[in-house]
């Protein structure tokens, strides 16, 4: 099969990312693991509250996994797919705002996951057991800041992925010549 040009650089680009988000995957459950083994069951901190400050940083692994390797593959798998089927290739100017909107929202979102992980076992591990207050102190207090944030992370990953969705579908019920 002939691959066109812009279909490689997507492909390489985002295995490439797939590749380091699997490396960061691993490395956010050794540290979840790690982490969890620094503060004990105890009179202060129940099993429950246990389970409860870990659970943020549990989920960076799991979604690091889904949105950092998962969705770029099956971006490509989608490509390769469509072409295979016979659809109009995709647009370079498509390919490029998907890569250039969904990998830094992936990105954000990863890293605003582990910081919210953090937060809640360095507040713990340093006497801190109400979660609502942890939960409020989060980025320095400032609930606009953390919507801003997770707004755009999120925003960002729709809008690469939604640009993405819609270039398929429309070229999907056209045949290549």
């Keep these: 099969m002939n ?6 650089r997507f492909h390489r680009t985002h295995l490439r990312f797939a590749l380091v988000m699997l490396a960061v995957a691993l490395l956010a459950g050794i540290s979840f693991q790690e982490s969890g083994r620094k503060v004990l069951i105890s009179p202060e901190v ?4 246990h389970l409860e400050f870990l659970l943020t940083l549990a989920l960076v ?3 690091a996994v889904l949105v950092g ?7 490509s798998w989608m490509l390769h797919l469509s072409s295979a089927l016979g659809a109009r290739p995709v ?4 390919l490029g705002w998907t890569t250039g909107l969904y990998l830094p929202g ?3 979102t990863v890293i605003l996951m582990l910081l919210k992980g953090y937060h809640l076992v360095l507040g713990v591990r340093h006497g801190t057991h109400d979660f609502a ?3 409020e102190r989060f980025m320095f207090g400032n609930h606009f ?3 801003g944030a997770y707004g755009l992370a999120h925003g960002l990953m729709g809008l690469g992925l939604g640009v993405l969705g819609v270039a398929l579908w429309r070229n999907l019920g056209e045949r290549q010549a």
């Design 106 to 108: 992936a990105v954000l």
């Design 46 to 49: 129940p099993a429950g509250a």
């Design 145 to 147: 800041l953390r919507a």
């Design 61 to 63: 692994h799991g979604h």
């Design 69 to 75: 390797v998962l969705l770029p593959l099956a971006f």
């Design 133 to 135: 207050l942890l939960n």
């Design 3 to 8: 691959i066109p040009g812009h279909y490689q």
């Design 91 to 94: 647009s370079q100017r498509v």
